[in-house]
Protein backbone atom coordinates (compact mmCIF):
# COMPACT_ATOMS: atom_id res chain seq x y z
CA UNK A 1 0.00 0.00 0.00
CA UNK A 2 2.60 2.46 1.03
CA UNK A 3 4.28 1.74 -2.72
CA UNK A 4 1.30 2.26 -4.43
CA UNK A 5 0.88 6.11 -2.16
CA UNK A 6 4.38 7.03 -2.64
CA UNK A 7 4.13 6.53 -6.52
CA UNK A 8 0.53 8.11 -7.01
CA UNK A 9 1.86 11.09 -4.46
CA UNK A 10 4.82 11.37 -6.72
CA UNK A 11 2.72 12.00 -9.71
CA UNK A 12 -0.21 14.20 -8.82
CA UNK A 13 2.64 16.66 -7.54
CA UNK A 14 3.39 17.06 -10.63
CA UNK A 15 1.66 19.94 -12.89
CA UNK A 16 0.09 18.74 -15.83
CA UNK A 17 -2.87 20.79 -16.19
CA UNK A 18 -4.06 21.18 -20.52
CA UNK A 19 -5.43 24.26 -21.79
CA UNK A 20 -8.38 24.72 -23.65
CA UNK A 21 -7.03 28.12 -25.73
CA UNK A 22 -3.76 26.70 -26.82
CA UNK A 23 -4.27 25.20 -30.01
CA UNK A 24 -0.63 23.45 -29.90
CA UNK A 25 -0.13 19.35 -29.25
CA UNK A 26 0.34 18.62 -25.99
CA UNK A 27 -1.73 22.33 -25.03
CA UNK A 28 0.31 22.50 -22.18
CA UNK A 29 4.86 21.72 -22.31
CA UNK A 30 4.36 20.75 -18.78
CA UNK A 31 2.91 17.53 -19.38
CA UNK A 32 5.98 16.74 -20.89
CA UNK A 33 7.59 16.44 -17.45
CA UNK A 34 5.57 13.40 -16.14
CA UNK A 35 5.43 11.76 -19.45
CA UNK A 36 9.38 11.75 -19.12
CA UNK A 37 9.48 10.71 -15.73
CA UNK A 38 6.94 7.81 -16.60
CA UNK A 39 8.91 6.70 -19.66
CA UNK A 40 11.94 6.18 -17.48
CA UNK A 41 10.18 4.53 -14.54
CA UNK A 42 8.50 2.04 -17.29
CA UNK A 43 11.80 1.48 -18.38
CA UNK A 44 13.18 0.82 -14.59
CA UNK A 45 10.43 -1.43 -14.18
CA UNK A 46 11.52 -4.34 -17.19
CA UNK A 47 8.34 -2.89 -19.86
CA UNK A 48 9.79 -3.63 -23.22
CA UNK A 49 9.05 -0.79 -26.55
CA UNK A 50 8.90 2.00 -24.23
CA UNK A 51 7.97 4.75 -26.80
CA UNK A 52 7.04 8.58 -26.17
CA UNK A 53 5.82 10.15 -29.31
CA UNK A 54 6.56 13.17 -30.45
CA UNK A 55 2.74 14.43 -29.53
CA UNK A 56 3.35 12.73 -26.10
CA UNK A 57 1.73 9.76 -26.01
CA UNK A 58 4.04 7.46 -24.03
CA UNK A 59 3.07 3.61 -25.02
CA UNK A 60 4.76 0.66 -23.74
CA UNK A 61 4.50 -3.15 -23.75
CA UNK A 62 4.29 -5.86 -21.35
CA UNK A 63 5.20 -9.32 -23.45
CA UNK A 64 2.91 -12.46 -23.47
CA UNK A 65 4.06 -15.05 -21.08
CA UNK A 66 1.65 -18.22 -22.40
CA UNK A 67 2.44 -20.12 -25.65
CA UNK A 68 -1.40 -20.33 -27.01
CA UNK A 69 -2.39 -17.04 -28.71
CA UNK A 70 -4.26 -14.36 -26.55
CA UNK A 71 -5.89 -11.42 -27.85
CA UNK A 72 -3.44 -7.98 -27.36
CA UNK A 73 -5.25 -5.94 -24.70
CA UNK A 74 -4.64 -2.53 -23.70
CA UNK A 75 -5.01 -0.31 -20.78
CA UNK A 76 -5.55 3.43 -21.55
CA UNK A 77 -5.05 6.48 -18.98
CA UNK A 78 -4.72 9.95 -19.28
CA UNK A 79 -1.76 12.56 -17.78
CA UNK A 80 -2.92 15.82 -17.64
CA UNK A 81 -5.54 17.24 -15.04
CA UNK A 82 -8.62 19.21 -15.62
CA UNK A 83 -8.55 23.36 -16.85
CA UNK A 84 -11.18 23.94 -14.34
CA UNK A 85 -8.90 24.05 -11.11
CA UNK A 86 -5.42 24.64 -10.16
CA UNK A 87 -3.17 21.66 -10.14
CA UNK A 88 0.10 23.84 -8.99
CA UNK A 89 1.29 22.98 -5.91
CA UNK A 90 -0.96 19.75 -5.07
CA UNK A 91 -0.64 19.07 -1.41
CA UNK A 92 -2.15 16.00 -0.48
CA UNK A 93 -3.75 15.17 2.74
CA UNK A 94 -3.90 11.45 3.85
CA UNK A 95 -6.51 10.40 6.57
CA UNK A 96 -5.99 6.96 7.64
CA UNK A 97 -8.75 4.79 9.29
CA UNK A 98 -11.71 7.01 8.07
CA UNK A 99 -13.96 7.89 11.09
CA UNK A 100 -16.69 9.06 8.35
CA UNK A 101 -17.08 12.60 9.92
CA UNK A 102 -16.52 15.90 7.16
CA UNK A 103 -12.85 16.23 7.11
CA UNK A 104 -10.97 19.88 7.27
CA UNK A 105 -8.99 20.17 4.38
CA UNK A 106 -7.83 24.00 4.97
CA UNK A 107 -8.28 24.77 8.50
CA UNK A 108 -6.66 28.53 8.02
CA UNK A 109 -9.18 29.14 5.21
CA UNK A 110 -11.95 27.27 6.59
CA UNK A 111 -12.11 24.47 3.67
CA UNK A 112 -14.06 21.52 4.72
CA UNK A 113 -15.29 18.53 2.74
CA UNK A 114 -18.80 17.86 3.69
CA UNK A 115 -19.61 14.34 4.28
CA UNK A 116 -23.16 14.69 4.68
CA UNK A 117 -22.99 16.60 1.20
CA UNK A 118 -20.60 14.21 -0.59
CA UNK A 119 -22.57 11.55 1.14
CA UNK A 120 -20.43 8.86 -0.76
CA UNK A 121 -17.46 8.98 1.08
CA UNK A 122 -19.27 6.94 3.97
CA UNK A 123 -18.70 4.35 2.02
CA UNK A 124 -15.06 4.36 2.77
CA UNK A 125 -15.41 4.42 6.04
CA UNK A 126 -11.99 2.62 8.32
CA UNK A 127 -10.36 3.37 4.81
CA UNK A 128 -7.33 5.86 3.91
CA UNK A 129 -8.67 8.43 2.24
CA UNK A 130 -6.21 11.21 0.43
CA UNK A 131 -7.50 14.82 -0.04
CA UNK A 132 -6.35 17.96 -1.28
CA UNK A 133 -5.69 21.00 1.19
CA UNK A 134 -8.45 22.86 -0.15
CA UNK A 135 -6.58 24.84 -2.41
CA UNK A 136 -5.76 22.63 -5.70
CA UNK A 137 -7.22 19.88 -7.14
CA UNK A 138 -6.32 16.52 -6.40
CA UNK A 139 -5.36 14.43 -9.46
CA UNK A 140 -6.84 11.90 -8.92
CA UNK A 141 -8.64 12.12 -12.47
CA UNK A 142 -6.48 10.61 -13.99
CA UNK A 143 -3.08 9.84 -12.49
CA UNK A 144 -5.39 7.27 -9.93
CA UNK A 145 -5.69 5.64 -13.50
CA UNK A 146 -1.66 5.91 -14.09
CA UNK A 147 -1.05 4.68 -11.01
CA UNK A 148 -3.09 1.61 -11.19
CA UNK A 149 -1.65 0.75 -14.81
CA UNK A 150 1.61 1.24 -13.82
CA UNK A 151 1.65 -1.09 -10.28
CA UNK A 152 -0.32 -3.94 -12.09
CA UNK A 153 2.18 -3.61 -15.09
CA UNK A 154 5.24 -4.06 -12.38
CA UNK A 155 3.37 -6.57 -10.11
CA UNK A 156 3.09 -8.91 -13.23
CA UNK A 157 6.53 -8.20 -14.00
CA UNK A 158 7.72 -9.57 -10.93
CA UNK A 159 5.33 -12.42 -10.77
CA UNK A 160 5.39 -14.09 -13.91
CA UNK A 161 3.45 -17.22 -12.33
CA UNK A 162 0.46 -14.96 -13.42
CA UNK A 163 0.19 -15.93 -16.87
CA UNK A 164 -1.28 -13.06 -19.20
CA UNK A 165 -1.29 -12.34 -23.24
CA UNK A 166 1.06 -9.44 -24.63
CA UNK A 167 -0.45 -5.96 -23.35
CA UNK A 168 -0.29 -2.57 -23.92
CA UNK A 169 -0.24 0.41 -22.12
CA UNK A 170 -0.49 3.97 -23.20
CA UNK A 171 -0.80 7.32 -21.49
CA UNK A 172 -2.35 10.01 -23.16
CA UNK A 173 -2.26 14.06 -22.96
CA UNK A 174 -4.71 16.61 -23.21
CA UNK A 175 -8.18 14.49 -21.95
CA UNK A 176 -9.70 16.86 -20.16
CA UNK A 177 -9.48 19.64 -23.37
CA UNK A 178 -11.67 16.31 -25.33
CA UNK A 179 -8.17 16.05 -27.44
CA UNK A 180 -6.63 12.83 -26.03
CA UNK A 181 -7.63 10.22 -28.63
CA UNK A 182 -7.16 12.93 -31.45
CA UNK A 183 -3.18 11.94 -32.14
CA UNK A 184 -3.51 8.43 -30.77
CA UNK A 185 -2.05 5.77 -33.09
CA UNK A 186 -4.75 2.77 -32.77
CA UNK A 187 -2.97 1.21 -35.07
CA UNK A 188 0.45 1.34 -33.95
CA UNK A 189 -0.72 -0.01 -30.57
CA UNK A 190 -2.19 -2.73 -31.97
CA UNK A 191 -4.70 -4.16 -29.54
CA UNK A 192 -8.02 -5.29 -29.89
CA UNK A 193 -9.15 -3.57 -27.23
CA UNK A 194 -8.41 -1.70 -24.45
CA UNK A 195 -9.94 -0.50 -21.10
CA UNK A 196 -9.64 3.43 -19.65
CA UNK A 197 -8.92 3.67 -15.90
CA UNK A 198 -10.66 6.55 -15.70
CA UNK A 199 -14.06 6.33 -14.20
CA UNK A 200 -14.84 7.62 -10.44
CA UNK A 201 -16.18 5.30 -7.50
CA UNK A 202 -14.96 1.85 -6.99
CA UNK A 203 -16.86 -0.99 -9.53
CA UNK A 204 -17.80 1.88 -12.71
CA UNK A 205 -18.02 -0.11 -15.50
CA UNK A 206 -18.97 2.29 -18.11
CA UNK A 207 -19.71 1.37 -21.93
CA UNK A 208 -22.83 3.71 -22.92
CA UNK A 209 -22.18 7.50 -23.28
CA UNK A 210 -23.65 10.21 -25.22
CA UNK A 211 -24.10 11.12 -28.66
CA UNK A 212 -22.87 14.82 -29.16
CA UNK A 213 -23.13 17.59 -31.38
CA UNK A 214 -22.52 21.33 -31.08
CA UNK A 215 -25.40 23.77 -32.43
CA UNK A 216 -24.93 27.16 -33.27
CA UNK A 217 -27.74 29.16 -34.48
CA UNK A 218 -27.18 32.59 -36.31
CA UNK A 219 -30.08 35.08 -36.25
CA UNK A 220 -29.52 38.66 -38.54
CA UNK A 221 -31.34 41.05 -37.39
CA UNK A 222 -31.94 44.25 -39.19
CA UNK A 223 -30.70 47.93 -36.70
CA UNK A 224 -32.73 50.60 -37.95
CA UNK A 225 -32.63 53.93 -36.15
CA UNK A 226 -34.76 53.68 -33.25
CA UNK A 227 -36.80 56.52 -34.29
CA UNK A 228 -37.84 55.23 -37.89
CA UNK A 229 -38.46 51.60 -36.75
CA UNK A 230 -41.51 50.79 -37.05
CA UNK A 231 -42.05 47.78 -39.65
CA UNK A 232 -38.38 47.88 -40.10
CA UNK A 233 -36.21 46.65 -37.46
CA UNK A 234 -36.01 43.70 -36.77
CA UNK A 235 -34.02 43.01 -33.18
CA UNK A 236 -32.25 39.55 -33.21
CA UNK A 237 -32.25 39.42 -29.80
CA UNK A 238 -35.60 39.41 -29.52
CA UNK A 239 -36.47 37.34 -31.95
CA UNK A 240 -33.98 34.69 -30.62
CA UNK A 241 -36.44 34.23 -27.71
CA UNK A 242 -38.52 32.35 -30.31
CA UNK A 243 -36.03 29.74 -31.35
CA UNK A 244 -34.98 29.50 -27.26
CA UNK A 245 -38.77 29.25 -26.37
CA UNK A 246 -39.79 26.80 -28.81
CA UNK A 247 -37.32 24.37 -27.52
CA UNK A 248 -38.82 21.70 -24.80
CA UNK A 249 -38.37 23.76 -21.39
CA UNK A 250 -37.59 20.36 -19.56
CA UNK A 251 -34.85 18.85 -21.55
CA UNK A 252 -32.53 20.64 -20.20
CA UNK A 253 -29.20 19.33 -18.21
CA UNK A 254 -30.98 20.76 -14.71
CA UNK A 255 -33.83 19.12 -15.69
CA UNK A 256 -33.00 15.48 -16.93
CA UNK A 257 -30.88 12.17 -15.83
CA UNK A 258 -30.27 8.73 -16.58
CA UNK A 259 -30.85 8.56 -20.39
CA UNK A 260 -32.88 11.44 -20.91
CA UNK A 261 -31.08 13.67 -23.37
CA UNK A 262 -31.16 17.75 -23.63
CA UNK A 263 -30.51 20.29 -25.65
CA UNK A 264 -28.27 23.14 -23.34
CA UNK A 265 -28.06 26.51 -24.28
CA UNK A 266 -24.63 27.74 -23.13
CA UNK A 267 -23.65 30.73 -24.46
CA UNK A 268 -25.34 34.02 -26.40
CA UNK A 269 -23.77 36.70 -27.99
CA UNK A 270 -25.78 39.34 -29.45
CA UNK A 271 -27.12 42.89 -30.43
CA UNK A 272 -29.78 44.08 -32.53
CA UNK A 273 -28.31 43.16 -35.64
CA UNK A 274 -27.06 39.50 -35.24
CA UNK A 275 -27.49 37.09 -32.28
CA UNK A 276 -25.86 33.61 -32.00
CA UNK A 277 -26.94 30.84 -29.58
CA UNK A 278 -24.70 28.43 -28.92
CA UNK A 279 -25.94 24.82 -28.14
CA UNK A 280 -24.88 21.69 -27.11
CA UNK A 281 -27.04 18.50 -28.02
CA UNK A 282 -27.26 15.19 -25.95
CA UNK A 283 -28.74 12.04 -26.27
CA UNK A 284 -27.88 8.42 -25.96
CA UNK A 285 -30.23 6.60 -28.23
CA UNK A 286 -28.98 7.39 -31.87
CA UNK A 287 -31.92 7.88 -33.27
CA UNK A 288 -33.26 10.50 -30.62
CA UNK A 289 -29.92 12.14 -31.30
CA UNK A 290 -30.74 12.49 -34.70
CA UNK A 291 -34.84 13.56 -34.01
CA UNK A 292 -33.09 16.21 -31.74
CA UNK A 293 -31.26 17.40 -34.76
CA UNK A 294 -33.92 17.42 -36.89
CA UNK A 295 -36.23 19.24 -34.39
CA UNK A 296 -33.85 22.04 -33.96
CA UNK A 297 -33.54 22.26 -37.72
CA UNK A 298 -37.67 22.18 -38.60
CA UNK A 299 -37.50 24.84 -35.70
CA UNK A 300 -35.82 27.43 -37.97
CA UNK A 301 -37.38 26.75 -40.94
CA UNK A 302 -41.11 27.69 -39.55
CA UNK A 303 -39.48 30.57 -37.71
CA UNK A 304 -38.18 31.75 -41.16
CA UNK A 305 -41.72 31.29 -42.59
CA UNK A 306 -42.58 33.35 -39.70
CA UNK A 307 -40.32 36.34 -39.39
CA UNK A 308 -38.73 36.34 -42.86
CA UNK A 309 -36.56 34.28 -44.93
CA UNK A 310 -32.81 34.14 -44.01
CA UNK A 311 -33.37 35.37 -40.44
CA UNK A 312 -32.43 32.15 -38.55
CA UNK A 313 -29.73 29.89 -39.78
CA UNK A 314 -28.44 26.97 -38.05
CA UNK A 315 -24.86 24.70 -38.32
CA UNK A 316 -24.72 21.27 -35.92
CA UNK A 317 -21.28 19.43 -36.18
CA UNK A 318 -21.37 16.13 -34.45
CA UNK A 319 -18.94 15.99 -32.16
CA UNK A 320 -18.49 12.20 -30.75
CA UNK A 321 -20.80 9.23 -30.39
CA UNK A 322 -22.21 6.58 -28.27
CA UNK A 323 -19.65 3.76 -27.96
CA UNK A 324 -22.03 1.11 -27.39
CA UNK A 325 -22.51 0.85 -30.83
CA UNK A 326 -19.48 -0.49 -30.96
CA UNK A 327 -18.66 -2.03 -27.30
CA UNK A 328 -22.56 -4.65 -28.21
CA UNK A 329 -20.95 -6.72 -30.67
CA UNK A 330 -17.46 -7.35 -28.79
CA UNK A 331 -19.72 -8.30 -24.92
CA UNK A 332 -17.23 -10.16 -23.71
CA UNK A 333 -14.86 -7.62 -23.73
CA UNK A 334 -17.56 -6.63 -20.92
CA UNK A 335 -18.43 -9.64 -19.36
CA UNK A 336 -13.99 -10.46 -18.73
CA UNK A 337 -14.25 -6.97 -16.70
CA UNK A 338 -16.35 -7.73 -14.51
CA UNK A 339 -15.60 -11.01 -13.84
CA UNK A 340 -12.28 -9.24 -12.75
CA UNK A 341 -13.91 -7.24 -10.65
CA UNK A 342 -16.01 -9.88 -8.90
CA UNK A 343 -12.75 -12.02 -7.98
CA UNK A 344 -12.23 -8.58 -5.87
CA UNK A 345 -15.54 -8.71 -4.40
CA UNK A 346 -16.61 -5.78 -6.25
CA UNK A 347 -20.32 -5.32 -7.39
CA UNK A 348 -20.00 -3.92 -11.09
CA UNK A 349 -21.93 -0.69 -11.39
CA UNK A 350 -23.00 -0.56 -15.02
CA UNK A 351 -23.65 3.56 -15.44
CA UNK A 352 -24.68 5.73 -18.77
CA UNK A 353 -22.02 8.30 -18.79
CA UNK A 354 -23.64 11.51 -19.23
CA UNK A 355 -21.05 13.05 -21.07
CA UNK A 356 -18.15 11.34 -23.63
CA UNK A 357 -15.03 9.42 -22.86
CA UNK A 358 -11.56 8.95 -24.63
CA UNK A 359 -12.61 5.59 -24.80
CA UNK A 360 -15.37 6.43 -26.90
CA UNK A 361 -13.82 8.02 -29.39
CA UNK A 362 -11.13 5.16 -29.57
CA UNK A 363 -13.79 2.90 -29.60
CA UNK A 364 -14.84 4.53 -33.28
CA UNK A 365 -11.41 4.82 -34.67
CA UNK A 366 -11.65 0.71 -34.37
CA UNK A 367 -10.57 0.39 -30.53
CA UNK A 368 -13.11 -0.76 -28.32
CA UNK A 369 -12.17 0.74 -25.35
CA UNK A 370 -15.01 1.22 -22.24
CA UNK A 371 -13.91 2.58 -19.13
CA UNK A 372 -13.37 1.20 -15.33
CA UNK A 373 -13.09 2.67 -12.09
CA UNK A 374 -9.73 4.54 -11.15
CA UNK A 375 -11.59 5.20 -7.73
CA UNK A 376 -11.65 9.39 -7.46
CA UNK A 377 -14.67 11.17 -6.45
CA UNK A 378 -15.30 15.01 -7.14
CA UNK A 379 -13.42 15.49 -10.04
CA UNK A 380 -12.08 18.90 -11.25
CA UNK A 381 -12.08 20.53 -8.12
CA UNK A 382 -11.60 20.97 -4.64
CA UNK A 383 -13.18 18.11 -2.83
CA UNK A 384 -11.57 15.70 -4.83
CA UNK A 385 -10.71 12.74 -2.99
CA UNK A 386 -9.48 8.93 -3.22
CA UNK A 387 -9.14 6.06 -1.27
CA UNK A 388 -5.88 4.27 -1.27
CA UNK A 389 -8.05 1.07 -1.25
CA UNK A 390 -9.93 1.80 -4.25
CA UNK A 391 -6.63 2.45 -6.25
CA UNK A 392 -5.41 -0.69 -4.81
CA UNK A 393 -8.80 -2.74 -6.02
CA UNK A 394 -8.45 -1.20 -9.45
CA UNK A 395 -4.64 -2.12 -9.68
CA UNK A 396 -6.34 -5.74 -8.93
CA UNK A 397 -8.81 -5.33 -11.60
CA UNK A 398 -6.13 -4.61 -13.92
CA UNK A 399 -4.19 -7.54 -13.05
CA UNK A 400 -7.22 -10.04 -12.98
CA UNK A 401 -8.27 -8.89 -16.22
CA UNK A 402 -4.94 -9.77 -17.66
CA UNK A 403 -4.96 -13.41 -16.08
CA UNK A 404 -8.59 -14.39 -17.23
CA UNK A 405 -8.42 -13.07 -20.75
CA UNK A 406 -5.34 -15.51 -20.99
CA UNK A 407 -7.22 -18.29 -19.33
CA UNK A 408 -10.34 -17.20 -21.89
CA UNK A 409 -8.30 -18.41 -24.95
CA UNK A 410 -6.53 -21.09 -23.70
ZN1 LIG B 1 -10.33 11.69 -16.48
New binding site residues.
Given amino acids: MQHILDRFVRYITVDTQSDPTNPAFPSTEKQWTLARMLEQELKDIGLSEVMLDENCYLTATLPSNVSHTVPTIGFVA?IDTSPDFSGKNVNPQIHKNYDGKNIVLNADQNIILDATYFDDIQQYKGQTIITTDGTTLLGA??KAGVTEIVTAMEYLVNHPEIKHGKIRICFTPD??VGKGAHKFDVKAFGAEWAYTM?GSQIGELEYENFNAARAVVTIQGKNVHPGYAKNKMVNAILVAQHFINGLPANEVPEKTTGYEGFYHLHDILGDVEKTTLEYIVRDHSLEKFKERKENMKSLVSSLNQKFGEDIFSIEIKDQYFNMKEKITPVMHIIDIAAAAMEKENIKPIYKAIRGGTDGSQLSFMGLPCPNIFAGGHN?HGKYEYVPLESIEKATKVIINIAEITANKYK
Fill in positions: HDDEEDF
